[in-house]
């Protein structure tokens, strides 16, 4: 269960989340949506632990655990998993050598032998092919010349790889074409399980009619200013924020 | 460019000296080799070594680093074959014949055998020296350059690799200069090869020290490549802590000839790679790619003069330096294009990535073109680890230290990544992620 508590942090010395409260209990999958600049991508940094970030009030907890007292690589180990809204290119990294190292280290750390490489080959091109990411991409280096979806399909390959316990979405279908939506979904869907939480911050509710989340929040000037179920999202759709902003 | 006249003489150039009064006359060699050696260590007493004043030697100031010369290594410390292969790591497993010198003398135990090999006739250059037409040959492929540690190699050049390839090698060679560190000493090295027309080869070069000692290694290539040719190249450069590097590659290039040369430095308190390339032939092709990590108080210079005297040949030099703590890297290249080279393409680029606030970086690239229809051009750049691309790596589970790790290994990779041979490819860049947890 993912709980953030009267969450308040800065950025470059702005306050950003201000007093911001959520509870994802496994099995479950929540939506975050919000204007622009609302600090959705900011909260999800903040789980994932960015630098730079800075946390005045409040608390970040997984399955009990104090996720703000641990560095970015162990939270990773203990099940964090950001698809970042813009994925980065990493020159001079081959994709299959970041791809093996990422799964050995949380092996690794959660005390586990590395995975043969005849085991590595096989998961990583069953995975592949599910996720419509071609032999091509994994020749290259990460990420690098990936057009915008391609680097989305990537994002979710990692995390379908990594079978993370806290699976973050920032904005996964922006960029992506009706058929990658469709891949990408599947994608998250396979990993839903009792034993999981998800958070999915999109703009737009047609994401929603493949993810279906279990509820709805809306996040407005660094606090959840609504929730719903998943009707709140086509409610949003049809009349914009401006009404429920102006409420708050 | 005498510029010593006044100069009091330093510990180490007064030690030169006394050591060639007292061993020179035992150095291997016939009259001709002796009469070289004699003018050489006459040079060196005239000169000295270089200053700062010396444009090429402006940030690496031996007079001051080199405190003392040690007295040339009377025998070789002992090296088994499991040390050896252990001191060598990733590249100790790599398909290559091997001719292996340790503290500078030839190991036949440890080496090849070279005798029923292919296209290559090998020998020690000890044996090589005795040999009168050799020593012609010496002489004349001997670099008229005034350069104080050319003449220190002259002088008390002790052994090496006399190799001459006559058509493809399919085998890398693998030269290896091992100390087994168990005492202090001078090594000289000279390695004498020609590639003869149309042939093809591979040369793996090796440095690397045990044990506790440090040497002072000077060693010398005079590398000539005949028309149509090609040499892949890969220098690793490993030595203990203690240990001097100078080095000098001297290269000649014919009609049509390839060189292709990557450079991989992670080892010796003080090491300088000294290139002098001459195009002696058209549409020649010079390709040198350095990766040099340094740290602790580590100091690297690759100085390069690559001089373009006929048209169309292609150069590059691509430096790619790795600094933590107060370590400092020296990246020099001047690219002369005579008149005569016209269509001449030169490029240039140096590179570093800082660690650390307190490391120092000196990158010149130097362009002096007499020919008008020419494409040079050059660059360089410094900069820090990516602290976004960081946290992405770690946001998957790569703890700060293999993550920076493979950060390393991509701001390189661009100089490892073009050797053709997998084996040895997959080796440097295995070592370049690891240099940082190592
Ligand atoms: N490094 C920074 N320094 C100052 N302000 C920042 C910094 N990073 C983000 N912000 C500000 O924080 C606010 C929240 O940004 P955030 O990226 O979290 O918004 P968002 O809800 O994800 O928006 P979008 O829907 O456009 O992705 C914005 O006003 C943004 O300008
Ligand atoms: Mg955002």
């Known amino acids: 269960m993912l709980e953030i508590k009267k969450l308040h942090a800065t950025v470059g010395g702005k306050e950003i989340l201000k007093g911001m409260n959520l509870t994802i209990p496994k099995g479950e999958v929540h939506a975050i949506m919000g204007p622009n600049g609302a600090g959705k991508s900011t909260l999800s940094y903040l789980i994932a632990g960015k630098p730079g970030y800075d946390i005045t009030k409040g608390e970040i907890l997984w399955d009990g655990q104090d996720l703000t007292a641990m560095t970015p690589d162990q939270r990773a180990a203990a099940g964090v998993f950001l698809a970042f809204q813009y994925p980065m290119e990493v020159p001079g990294v081959a994709t299959m050598t970041f791809l093996r190292t990422a799964i050995n280290s949380q092996r690794k750390a959660r005390g586990e032998e590395p995975m043969k490489t005849p085991d590595f080959i096989k998961l990583i091109n069953a995975k592949a092919e599910i996720m419509g990411v071609s032999k091509d991409m994994l020749r290259r280096p990460l990420n690098v010349g990936f057009s915008g979806g391609e680097k989305k399909r990537m994002e979710i390959l990692q995390m379908v790889l990594l079978e993370p316990g806290l699976c973050l979405l920032d904005e996964t279908d922006s960029g992506l074409d009706i058929d990658a939506l469709k891949t990408v979904s599947d994608g998250v869907n396979s990993l839903r399980s009792p034993e999981r939480s998800m958070l999915v911050i999109t703009h737009y509710q047609r994401l929603l009619d493949y993810i279906v989340p279990d509820k709805v929040h809306v996040l407005s000037d660094g606090k959840i200013i609504k929730s719903g179920d998943k009707n709140l999202a086509l409610e949003l759709e049809k009349n914009g924020y401006a009404d429920i902003v102006n409420a708050a | ?438």
């Open chain 2, 1 to 438: 460019m005498s510029n010593t006249g006044n100069i009091q003489k330093t510990d180490a150039e007064t030690g030169f000296s006394g050591h060639f009064d007292k061993v020179g006359n035992d150095l291997p060699g016939d009259s001709t080799i002796t009469q070289m050696r004699q003018d050489a260590i006459a040079q060196f007493n005239e000169k000295g070594l270089p200053t700062r004043q010396l444009e090429n030697w402006r940030y690496t100031d031996l007079r001051f680093i080199l405190k003392d010369a040690f007295a040339p290594l009377e025998r070789a410390g002992s090296v088994t074959a499991a040390k050896l292969d252990e001191a060598l790591g990733a590249l100790g497993d790599i398909e290559a014949s091997r001719l292996v010198f340790v503290d500078g003398y030839f190991s036949a135990e440890l080496s090849a055998d070279f005798s029923t090999m292919k296209n290559v006739e090998a020998m020690p250059l000890s044996r090589a020296l005795s040999g009168e037409t050799f020593s012609k040959v010496m002489k004349q492929a001997q670099p008229d350059l005034d350069d104080s540690i050319v003449a220190l190699n002259t002088a008390f050049m002790a052994d090496g690799a006399a190799l001459h390839i006559e058509g493809d090698v399919e085998k890398p060679i693998h030269l290896v200069f091992v100390s087994s560190g168990e005492q202090q000493g001078l090594v000289t090295l000279h390695n004498h090869i020609s590639v003869a027309k149309s042939a093809k080869v591979t040369l793996l070069e090796s440095y690397i020290g045990l044990g506790q000692y440090g040497v002072q290694v000077n060693s010398l290539t005079n590398l000539g490549i005949a028309e149509g040719a090609e040499v892949n190249h890969i220098k690793y450069q490993a030595e203990n802590l203690e240990t001097t590097h100078l080095s000098t590659l001297n290269l000649k290039l014919d009609d049509k000839a390839i060189y292709h040369e990557h450079q991989f430095n992670i080892g010796a308190a003080l090491s300088r790679h000294q290139h002098f390339v001459v195009f002696d032939g058209e549409r020649a092709e010079f390709d040198m790619s350095g990766a040099t990590l340094m740290r602790g108080t580590q100091h690297c210079d690759a100085t390069l003069l690559v001089d373009h005297k006929l048209p169309e040949g292609r150069s590059r030099e691509m430096v790619k330096c790795v600094l933590d703590d107060t370590a400092r890297a020296v990246v020099q290249a001047k690219v002369i294009v005579r008149p005569h080279a016209q269509l001449t393409d030169g490029h240039q680029m140096m590179q570093s990535m800082m660690l650390s606030e307190h490391c120092e970086f000196d990158a010149k690239p130097e362009l002096e073109i007499y020919a008008d229809d020419v494409i040079c051009g050059h660059g360089a750049t410094s900069g820090q680890i990516d602290e976004d691309l960081l946290f992405y790596l770690k946001s998957r589970g790569l703890p700060d230290i293999e993550a920076r790790g493979l950060l390393i290994q991509a701001f390189v990779g661009e100089a490892i990544e073009k050797i053709e041979n997998e084996e040895i490819r997959d080796a440097l860049t295995g070592l370049a992620q690891n240099w940082l947890a190592s």
